[in-house]
């Protein structure tokens, strides 16, 4: 709807927050009656100037994620990348991967949800200015996830080294590239009482959050 009369309430999801997409939003959300709908907007420093009120929200987990990934006995792969970061930079990934692993493409969700409750760890990027969803579904399916703990990342209110792990990235071209600090993740694969820790720790703290 172009306006809000009050009359029903509802929210404006801006999604991405991109500067172009303002105008929209303003009108959508704010219309001409006194009281103003909700906006939560999904991605910040995306050079926007948010509308008064606006909230930031992490993108949705859904429940029926929480507490469904297997035993660590029973995850297959060490290691599984969801992300939109794979181009051919991933070459690197498959080569150096310690351990058995899973680089996926798109994928039918089906398929995603299997890999993501068959794998120990997986990693996420570009935390700066989203969180993305990937990352924390792995989270409630109780992966131990490699963040790079940026501002957006921080207003969830999750804490470093408690719920997840943190690594760098860098960019080649549009591709934020996790850093790859293998030693680590063979470590870690291998270690069931510091994987078994860190992963309870991110479902509780997921769970606690959608609550």
Request: aromatic share 12%.
């Amino acid at each position: 709807t172009a306006s809000n009369d009050a009359g029903v309430p509802y929210v404006y999801v801006w999604r991405e927050g991109n500067p172009e997409e303002f105008p929209h939003v303003g009108a959508a959300a704010n219309g001409t009656a006194p009281k103003i709908a909700p906006i939560f907007c999904c991605m910040i420093n995306k050079g926007s100037v948010w509308p008064a009120g606006t909230e930031f929200m992490p993108f949705a987990v859904d429940r029926g994620l929480f507490y469904t990934g297997a035993t660590f006995e029973h995850r297959e792969w060490d290691f599984c990348y969801t992300g939109r970061e794979r181009g051919s930079s991933y070459t690197a990934w498959r080569r150096d991967l310690p351990g058995p692993h899973r680089l996926l493409g798109y994928v039918d969700f089906v398929e995603y949800l299997d890999v993501l409750r068959r794998s120990k760890m997986t990693a996420a990027v570009d935390s700066g200015r989203y969180v993305a969803s990937r990352g924390l579904e792995a989270m409630a399916c109780g992966q131990v996830v490699f963040w790079d703990d940026g501002e957006a990342l921080r207003r969830t209110g999750l804490v470093a080294n408690r719920d997840f792990l943190v690594c760098g990235c860098t960019w080649e071209g549009n591709e934020s590239v996790p850093a790859r600090d293998m030693a680590l993740l063979a470590r870690l694969a291998g270690n069931r009482d510091w994987w078994t820790h860190l992963s309870e720790n991110a479902r509780r703290s997921i769970a606690s959050a959608a609550s």
